[in-house]
């Protein structure tokens, strides 16, 4: 069952080989090939010409559960995939069936797309879950796996090791960034080589980021039930291969040249001083579930690699919402990810990743669990530990939302602290105390195991939900190029209180929309935490409301590198440099609210009511204050200008006020401040006040909705 008509069956010239490393490693004469896989009866390994003639050799040897053999003559460049013969029984959890070309999980590259066809599924056409396979040869039409050799040349790489309380995120998809950018040549627009242009290396370093999170690289592919619909995965959270980067990003072809761009592009990010964060997808494969194609882990060993129902061995757990869920506590599983891993930070010279859905990896029967082996063996691993590290702390399983509960050294994407900023924002009663937490550095999720004001990544807008320019614009989301009738995407935008919907030409509804921005991103640059910016909301970049864009390869998607909001880009660039010039700004360590010795009484930090008093435990637990003082004292913190002279930083007060009409507020005076100068605020464009601003204590009249950040003066 299975053979491909014609295909030739070499005999006698695989070698035994080794077990390990699992993939296939050229040595200089030979290529051993080593899978994973229990309770297989037999593993043809298949490699192919260039014209398509498959080769099929048998892989005798057998240790621990690995096949392996060795083919000497077969060197980089080669094709190849494998075929699994074994028992097909749903019910039981075993779907082994030869007919079906499966994709290395080792592959270090991978060649060809996923053609739709009926023969890309296991089973057939009328019994999903009956002991009967499919027959059809799927090799036509899935990708196939790519022996590779890379001696690149990484001298001179140096990881630029930002610390966690120096680091900017940039959100941003590989392709998005550059496709439609003038400056970059159109052959390399959209690829690992576009990213790493100097047009747009130029924009990053312009705008003060000190980090690239990058979507899914690992190679991926589209789902049969968008491709029906004539549409692609564009974010790529839909992994096949977790060692090979995304082909179709490359510029050098898909035969293995996409490793050496990809490290390319890393090399020239490091040297401008950018780190390079991947977003890794762990969590569940492409094979969907149960009706899903079988592509590699499936045919590989279904029930090893895959958290089966318990009570239907035929479905699988689903904690993602993807049909399928790895099965992180097999050590096959665990080592496959550690693997993975190991294999970006020492070969491809990644700073750090961010795991999607990251509570799905922690779970070890049903609940999360902090101690799991996943978290033992990453905290143990002396590669893995040593880089940056961040959990979306989520999936969509019961009890599945765990911000603040991952252990160190675990930075997480905090999502409490988009959902408070984005209610002050749109006028919500939100508590005194739940807004203090959360512009400095969330200590009541992080302090009580140890963890630093950075273990909270801040951000307001991510890749999944409204760009900033469309949370104030839209307050329903536009979805329907999605084919799915507009009910995909979160359906409340906790945002939009401009009044009017969608674009429109009146000038004050564009300046209220315009500010509403400005704030979001003053709040975001000037809380403690480490701030993560979405890729184009530094440009007004707009999806005309789609909040689910995940579908949209095309402009809906990309960023618009002609129609920006020049303004907005110096107002960002203004913060993000005030942020790094001043480390009162980006705390390494919570704020105590102690005094400050020989400073009159004042404290590291402190509270004001627009009255110009501390705030009263009754002000603390308000829910309807609209306006907060923040007070900064930086005279604790020693620093080193850019000779190496040793200065004290300097003191701020933070001022923000949400309500819409203007408002009469007491900055304090000494020993608080003698004097203040106003360094931004949101009523302008560019954040710049017209001229140096020098503001006595006192009464002051704040714009409605808007950020002041003023600079303490004292008088010598």
């Not at 699992?22 to 009866?41: R, V």
């Not at 627009?189 to 047009?199: D, I, K, V």
Request: aromatic letters at 10%; glycine letters at 10%; a negative charge.
């Amino acid at each position: 069952m299975g053979d491909k008509a014609g295909a030739e069956r070499l005999a006698g010239e695989v070698l035994p080989g080794t077990p390990s490393p699992l993939g296939a490693l050229w040595d200089g004469t030979g290529t051993n090939f080593a899978l994973w896989s229990a309770g297989t009866h037999a593993v043809d390994l298949c490699l192919f010409d260039a014209d398509g003639t498959e080769h099929r050799h048998r892989l005798e040897e057998t240790t621990h559960q690995v096949w392996h053999g060795r083919l000497p003559g077969v060197g980089p460049g080669q094709h190849y995939g494998y075929r699994v013969h074994g028992p097909y029984d749903p019910l039981a959890g075993l779907r082994h069936n030869p007919a079906k070309l499966l994709l290395d999980p080792y592959a270090r590259a991978v060649d060809g797309g996923l053609t739709l066809d009926p023969s890309l599924f296991g089973y057939s056409d009328s019994a999903v879950d009956t002991p009967f396979p499919d027959q059809r040869d799927s090799a036509p039409y899935v990708p196939r796996g790519v022996v590779v050799h890379d001696l690149f040349p990484w001298d001179g790489d140096r990881p630029p090791r930002t610390s966690w309380s120096k680091t900017v995120i940039y959100e941003v998809h590989v392709k998005g960034a550059t496709a439609r950018h003038p400056d970059v040549p159109p052959h390399l627009r959209g690829t690992y080589a576009g990213l790493a242009h100097p047009a747009f290396v130029e924009h990053l370093q312009s705008l003060g980021v000190t980090a690239v999170e990058l979507l899914p690289v690992h190679h991926f592919v589209s789902e049969p039930h968008l491709m029906r619909r004539g549409l692609t995965n564009y974010w790529g959270y839909n992994t096949l291969g977790y060692f090979a980067p995304h082909a179709a990003y490359s510029s050098s072809g898909s035969g293995g040249g996409q490793v050496t761009e990809f490290k390319t592009m890393v090399k020239q990010l490091h040297a401008a001083g950018i780190e390079v964060i991947l977003d890794v997808v762990y969590n569940h494969t492409a094979e969907g579930d149960h009706t899903g194609p079988t592509l590699s882990f499936k045919g590989i060993d279904n029930a090893g690699y895959y958290r089966l129902d318990g009570d239907n061995r035929a479905r699988y757990t689903d904690y993602t919402g993807c049909g399928n869920t790895l099965d992180v506590r097999r050590p096959a599983v665990l080592a496959l990810l550690m693997d993975s891993l190991r294999y970006w930070v020492t070969e491809m010279h990644v700073d750090g990743f961010r795991f999607d859905l990251a509570s799905a990896l922690a779970r070890s029967m049903h609940d999360v669990d902090r101690l799991s082996a996943f978290f033992d063996v990453v905290h143990q691993d002396p590669v893995v530990s040593n880089v940056k590290l961040i959990a979306e702390p989520w999936d969509v399983g019961p009890g599945g939302y765990q911000v603040g509960n991952f252990p160190p050294p675990w930075t997480e994407w905090n999502g409490k602290y988009r959902d408070t900023v984005r209610d002050v924002w749109s006028g919500a009663h939100v508590g005194v105390r739940e807004l203090a937490y959360r512009l400095t550095g969330s200590s009541d999720l992080y302090r009580s195991d140890g963890r630093r004001p950075f273990a909270s990544i801040n951000f307001v807008t991510a890749h999944d939900g409204f760009t900033l320019t469309d949370l104030v614009t839209y307050e329903h989301k536009r979805n329907e190029t999605n084919g799915e009738d507009n009910r995909d995407g979160e359906s409340h935008n906790r945002n939009w209180n401009c009044g009017v919907e969608g674009p429109t030409d009146d000038p004050e509804i564009q300046s209220l929309r315009a500010r509403q921005v400005r704030n979001h991103l003053a709040t975001l640059l000037l809380s403690t935490g480490v701030p993560m910016l979405n890729a184009g909301d530094e440009l007004g970049r707009t999806q005309q409301g789609n909040n689910n864009a995940y579908c949209q390869d095309n402009e809906i998607s990309w960023i618009d590198w002609k129609d920006v909001d020049e303004d907005l880009f110096a107002f960002v660039s203004r913060l993000v440099r005030l942020r790094h010039s001043s480390p009162v700004l980006r705390q390494e360590a919570f704020f105590e609210g102690h005094e400050i010795p020989g400073a009159g009484g004042t404290r590291d930090l402190a509270w004001f009511a627009p009255d110009g008093g501390q705030l009263t435990t009754a002000d603390w637990f308000d829910s309807g204050l609209q306006t907060l003082g923040m007070y900064l004292d930086g005279r604790g913190i020693r620093h080193r200008d850019e000779h190496g002279r040793p200065v004290v930083d300097d003191c701020y007060l933070v001022e923000l006020h949400a309500g819409p009409d203007p408002v009469a507020v007491q900055l304090p005076g000494p020993p608080w401040a003698d004097g203040y100068e106003l360094v931004l605020s949101t009523e302008y464009p560019t954040g710049a006040p017209p001229e140096k601003s020098v503001v006595a204590p006192g009464a002051v009249v704040l714009p409605g909705r808007s950020v002041w950040l003023l600079r303490v003066l004292r008088r010598p």
